[in-house]
């Protein structure tokens, strides 16, 4: 990242922090506001009136690790539970983040790479939980088979993010270096699929709908977020709306269990056109959509975290003495 850029997002997420403390001081409460005390006809006082629902908003990408939450807003779960979850999806990383920046979402599916940035930029963001996502690595050249082939080979991802983290490990795992391969830096997912398609490259780094789209288009799978046992998916608020809400985001978390057990227990046929609808798979690859099998939500690992930093500290996107500790909130879960 040019040092200029980095200095203009550093001044962004400064200006946010005191946008977010305005913004959590107007959020909505759990209890209605005074309801009325007047008596009835035989002088016992009125029943109060159920408290209000408060509203969660989060900002989602159009991606897998969303499914549970758009299921739990679906079928009510959120309302049974006493929370309204107001679900903001955005087209890219980077939408998503002009909205959190400027207040309009108390919540975002992030990454262990973004949580460094936004710390190191004096954001203070905690993980609250980590979510189900995935990135795979998938390639159409015939000669490699496997990561150790990528050694002078030329891959596509989006630098200082998740996925070059992701691409790291697992060249990492295979006995080589990013100094190894060369990197192509493409951040629009649909580009990337498509150079790889046309062999513009060698292997590109894909989240879901495009790794079945590049499957059923001949590319195959080199290795996974899942198979290289890494998982940089995490949800996030700023401290300020965790301050603002917590048992709001504690009924959210309930609401999202739910939305896990729902699907554990209805066919998928039942919820996949809301999964086309949401994540953006082509109707004519509804029969070789693989869901997740989604656990209920639980807190991030903290060695996960500390590899991240690491890596972070590595390419120079983390300088601050910040521990994996700092940025884990215990509002849902106690480590």
Known sequence: MKRKNWKHLMMLFMLVAAVGMVAAGCGNNNTASGGSNTGSANGAAATEAPAEAAVVTLGLLPSIDA??????????FDKEHNVNLDIQTFKSAKDR???????????????????????EAGLDVKITSTTTGEFDLLTGNDEIQDV?????????????????????????????SEADITVSEVPQIPT????????????????????????????RVLSSTHSAGVNPFVLAFPQSVIDAKPQ?????????????????????????????KEVGYPETLKDEIKVPEYQPANQVDVKEVEAAFAWARETGLLTKNISAEDVISDVQFKN
């Open 67 to 76: 499914i549970p939450f758009i299921i739990a807003h679906e079928q009510g």
């Open 148 to 176: 150790k082939d990528l050694k002078g080979k030329t891959v596509i991802l989006s630098k200082n993010t998740s996925t070059q983290y992701t691409v790291a490990m697992m060249l990492k795992q295979a006995g080589l």
């Open 97 to 119: 983040d002009v909205a959190f920046q400027a207040g309009k979402v108390d919540g975002i599916s992030a990454d262990l790479v973004a949580i460094s940035i936004y710390n």
């Open 192 to 219: 990337r699929l498509e150079l790889l398609k046309n062999k513009k490259a060698d292997a590109a780094v894909l989240p879901e709908p495009f790794v079945t789209m590049g499957e059923s288009a001949g590319l």
């Open 248 to 276: 709001a985001i504690r009924d959210m978390y309930a609401a999202y269990n739910e939305a896990v057990e729902y699907m554990k227990s209805h066919d998928q046929s039942e919820y996949i056109d809301l999964i086309i």
